[in-house]
């Protein structure tokens, strides 16, 4: 019964199966018939499309010439840089000359009790880093839950600019050298004086003391005043400006017009007295890759960047080009009259510039380039110098001066009076760290900040007057709370650019994560990046243009 039950259900099925398909012949017809004249109504439309479009065309060129012209300036722009001659990639020699890999960088990996890198661990690293298979990154061991930060990103191209491997970079310091001495005592010193606010730098005894201690390094490359760091140079960078007026530039201190809005630049910032990694236990955890104990404490109060702390905060938090958006929003706020006098529109009776030499155009310009600079770091990050982070030195000097380690640390480093206030005051050698997970899992030379400050602040020189003076210069008050009038030196758009550069650089050496070095060469590698993406732009234009002129970091004017 249950089988005739079921080929009768079957049958059924069948049957009702076959009016189905019936019904879909049926509906299939009409649905053809209908495409059909649906295809042909179409094809007359497009006709018809095409002849208003051939007729509305009305520009000097037809849209073959336009297509062949496009093709003609990126094949040529693809050319030069192609041309360009091959640089070579140096690194300091530090790799080979240490096998222990002491002087490279290593965070991430599994480490022995003393800090020193696991071997194995590394070199799979390092074949994954000289293969570039994809599939090798995902057997790196780690030695905690913390991953690298995108070491395949040393091998992007672009289509703008130069590319990566077209860049080079002096040879950073070595790891016994007097030049490496110098950063690293500059490092300490730095970390001492975080709470200092800069207006006060001039008559506080720390930083008097800084100056003096940093001017008896005899390879010390920062600004000097008659051969002698002094409390008016101290800590800052090396380009024109940055030794004139307050130590934070104005494009971090004026208030920002954000659209509808306006933007008061006061930011939460960590309190005083807070540092990390001062506990060898932690310190050795944290290179292993394991998360900090702590958490930043912060500030209740938002505050103007007015010391080292709440400098090195900002650039912990900040995007990539958030202190360049800043900045260009500031000077589009001046007018015209603050835009460099190659600008084609200048002179104009009848135009303004928007998507060529205006506003949309200066603001897609300074976010390319900032993630091109980016690729160019990555390169010299991972795949030429790989060279430590500050905190790891930290832990050569600690194990070196326990007497746990033999390692050639230079005697000026060891003899320098910040290291004996930090032993003092944490029961260990270790450099004090402004964030409890210290640096990030990528190395250290270039600094990614200082390649993007590099470009950014280049774009804007090429589009802005250097000379203008900026109105209503502002300083920030001891306690960040307010600001104060300056009254100094004329600041120039040029002067505080570059200092610009220079604070967003040097903030991470404040923080505890770069070198000087890392921030000075990362500059000029952002700045050739920005020279060569308006190189490929300048055949772009309609306009009757000349050309970008600026000056460069070195001092030097260009032409582009």
């Known amino acids: 019964m249950l089988n005739k039950f079921i080929e009768s259900k079957v049958a059924s099925t069948e049957k009702d199966n076959n009016i189905v398909r019936s019904r879909n012949v049926q509906n299939n017809k009409i649905e053809k018939n209908e495409t059909c004249e649906n295809n042909t109504s179409k094809k007359e439309k497009s006709d018809e499309n095409l002849k208003l479009n051939k007729s509305c065309d009305i520009g000097p060129l037809t849209p073959i010439q336009c297509s062949e012209k496009a093709y003609n300036i990126r094949t040529d722009a693809a050319g030069f840089q192609k041309d360009l001659p091959m640089p070579g990639h140096p690194c300091n020699g530090d790799s080979g000359l240490y096998p222990n890999k002491i002087a490279n960088y290593s965070k991430a990996l599994p480490h022995n009790e003393l800090g020193e890198v696991n071997m194995s661990a590394y070199n799979i690293w390092l074949k994954a880093l000289t293969t570039g298979n994809p599939e090798m990154f995902e057997n790196i061991p780690l030695g905690g839950v913390r991953k690298f930060a995108n070491p395949q990103g040393a091998y992007a191209f672009d289509l703008e600019g130069p590319n990566s491997h077209h860049l080079t970079m002096p040879v950073p310091p070595n790891f016994s050298s007097a030049w490496m001495a110098s950063e690293m005592a500059e490092d300490y010193w730095r970390a001492l004086t975080r709470d200092v606010p800069f207006i006060e730098y001039n008559t506080n005894s720390l930083t008097d003391e800084a100056a003096y201690d940093m001017s008896k390094f005899s390879d010390y490359r920062g600004p000097k005043h008659n051969g002698m760091v002094t409390t008016e140079t101290l800590f800052r960078g090396n380009t024109l400006g940055d030794l004139v007026g307050p130590y934070i530039s104005q494009f971090l201190c004026q208030n920002v017009p954000f659209g509808s809005k306006t933007l008061v630049q006061q930011y939460r910032t960590t309190v005083a007295g807070k540092d990390y990694m001062t506990s060898y236990n932690e310190w050795l955890n944290i290179e292993n890759g394991v998360l900090p104990s702590s958490s930043g404490v912060f500030d209740p109060k938002p505050r103007y960047i007015r010391n080292g702390r709440d400098l090195g905060e900002w650039v912990h938090g900040d995007f990539t080009y958030q ?129 993007i400050a590099g470009a950014g602040v280049t774009m804007l020189k090429a589009f802005f007057n250097e000379d203008f003076i900026i109105p209503n210069s502002v300083v920030a008050s001891a306690d960040g709370l307010s600001l104060i009038p300056y009254s100094g030196k004329p600041l120039t758009i040029g002067g505080e650019l570059n200092k610009l550069g220079s604070n967003l650089s040097l903030g991470r050496d404040t923080a505890g994560v770069h070198w000087r070095s890392d921030g000075i060469e990362g500059l000029k590698i952002g700045e050739a990046v920005a020279i060569g993406i308006l190189h490929d732009f300048k055949k772009t234009y309609n306009e009757d243009f000349k050309g970008f002129c600026f000056t460069k970091f070195d001092g030097n004017t260009i032409r582009v």
């Not at 930090?422 to 990614?448: C, D, I, Q, R, W």
């Open 323 to 451: 202190t360049i958006l800043n900045a260009c929003l500031i000077l589009l706020s001046f007018g015209e009259k603050a835009l460099c006098s190659e600008n084609p529109y200048l002179c104009s009776k009848t135009q303004t510039g928007f998507i060529t030499f205006g506003a949309a155009y200066i603001l897609d310009l300074i976010g390319k380039s900032a993630r091109i600079a980016l690729e160019s770091a990555w390169f010299q990050k991972f795949l030429v110098h790989r060279r430590l982070r500050p905190e790891e030195f930290g832990g050569r000097v600690h194990n070196k001066l326990i007497g746990d380690a033999s390692y050639p640390i230079n005697s000026e480093l060891l003899k320098c009076k910040a290291i004996s206030k930090v032993f003092n005051k944490y029961g260990t050698y270790l450099l004090p760290m402004a964030y409890p997970e210290g640096s990030p899992t990528h190395t250290s030379y270039p600094a990614g900040h200082a390649c």
